[in-house]
């Protein structure tokens, strides 16, 4: 037996969900960059579930439904006030509390195709509301109810700080969540497939896959790419920042990727929004630090930014505190796991590879009282 460390090129299943095909992102066969200039994320969950674009009547509709649904057992946010929560990270709360919401439904445990649709759409509808609750709720405030009028992402900032956002920062987060909504078999999105294929429920997929986005090799990347340019400051010191990063070996956050070898497509929509948003905040010294960390790290290591680079200034300058930016994206890529979910489910098989033994060879027992 051979093995591939990290199970680096390996091709564990076949999806029609997305694709990323020499460095091109699709997500459904439509180009990435179409869909992060022209759609809204619900027009892309639809897209992700059904695989077709809405016409207006089912993108109503679908919009309709997912607010209907954003509600959250009060019992969640009650138990979220008992947690010790001044030490608790977003996102340990949202896996222990998507784990819980699990405990309320009463479908939970279906995998039948109309059952499992509509526990995709409670989740991906729900999960928003924990994290801003959670959100509010260590403040000392109260979370506060989704208006109907509002779509995915203006909801998201309403229900986050209390107010209605403004049209640019409704845009801003609505790109943002179709950027991150899925990216074919990444290390979270694995985790459902194979934790589902057991047959296990969807909120069990859920949870394990939220457990791997916290990685700092994966989602996680994002609140670190903050700390980073929090630490480093000023333009000025980005270089000496990073060549000390090199001579420890350290990773760079936000850089490098296992598929994309030429870049990450959706860095350059990030980098955009970020010079448009730390302007208008009138930071642009996040942005500028930003562009100077890529221009070293590239030039230097030859490596790109990945799709949590420039993400980190963006949701900066929209005043998103830095500990619920992996939260964002664990509630746009609910949409990509949901998919991948319905298409394991779909036609499954039991996902269990193989691994080389490298232990000790055949050993002797010895009985626990002559063993030195
Ligand atoms: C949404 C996402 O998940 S995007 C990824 C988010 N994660 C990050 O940004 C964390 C930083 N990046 C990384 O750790 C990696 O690039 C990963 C995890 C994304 C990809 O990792 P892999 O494909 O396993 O590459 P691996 O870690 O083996 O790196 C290959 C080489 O490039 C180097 N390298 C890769 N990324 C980086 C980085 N960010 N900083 C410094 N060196 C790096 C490694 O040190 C290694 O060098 P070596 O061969 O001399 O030992
Ligand atoms: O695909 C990966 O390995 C990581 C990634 O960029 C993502 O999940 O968006």
New binding site residues.
């Given amino acids: 037996m051979s093995q591939t460390r ?1 199970l ?1 090129g390996v091709v564990a299943t076949t999806s029609s969900v997305s694709s990323i095909i020499d460095d091109v992102l699709t997500y459904q066969g439509y180009h990435i960059d179409d869909l992060a200039n022209y759609s809204s994320f619900e027009e892309v969950v639809f897209l992700l579930w059904n695989g077709k674009l809405p016409n207006k009547t089912e993108l109503e509709t679908f919009s309709n439904e997912l607010v209907a649904n954003m509600s959250v057992p009060n019992e969640i946010f009650n138990d979220m006030k008992a947690y010790p929560i001044a030490e608790v990270h977003p996102m340990a709360a949202l896996r222990t509390a998507v784990s819980q919401l699990g405990l309320y439904d009463q479908e939970a445990d279906e995998v039948t195709e109309d059952a499992a649709k509509r526990i995709a759409l409670r989740l991906q509808a729900k999960i928003a509301t924990i994290v801003t609750g959670f959100a509010r709720i260590r403040n000392g405030k109260e979370p506060i109810k989704p208006k109907d009028n509002l779509g995915f992402a203006a909801n998201f900032l309403y229900m986050l700080n209390g107010e209605e956002p403004k049209d640019v920062a409704v845009d801003a987060v609505n790109k943002a969540l179709v950027l991150h909504a899925d ?1 074919e078999l ?2 979270s999105t694995f985790t459902a497939r194979v934790c589902v294929a057991t047959l296990s429920d969807f909120y069990s997929g859920i949870t394990a896959a939220i457990g791997a986005l916290k990685g ?4 996680g ?1 994002n609140e670190r ?1 903050m700390a980073m340019l929090s630490e480093i400051g000023e333009v000025d010191q980005v270089d000496d920042y990073i060549q000390g990063l ?1 001579d420890k ?10 598929v994309y070898k030429n870049g ?1 497509p959706r860095a350059k929509h990030l980098r955009d929004m970020s010079k448009k948003l730390t302007g208008i905040a009138g930071e642009s010294k996040w942005y500028d630090m930003s562009v100077a960390v890529e221009e070293k ?1 590239t030039n230097d ?1 030859g ?1 790109l930014p ?4 420039y993400s980190a200034s963006v949701y900066h300058s929209l005043g998103i505190d830095h500990d619920l930016f992996t939260p964002i ?1 664990a509630v746009s890529r609910t949409a990509g796991w949901n998919a991948h979910i319905l298409e394991q489910y779909a036609d499954n098989r039991l996902i269990r590879p193989r691994a080389e033994y490298v232990g000790p060879d055949t050993q002797k027992y010895i009985p626990l009282d002559e063993r030195s």
């Fill in positions: 990290g680096e990216h990444n290390a700092p090799l994966h989602g990347a790419v090199f070996k350290e990773k760079i956050m936000g850089f490098g990727h296992r990450d790290v290591k490596l990945n799709v949590d680079f994206f």
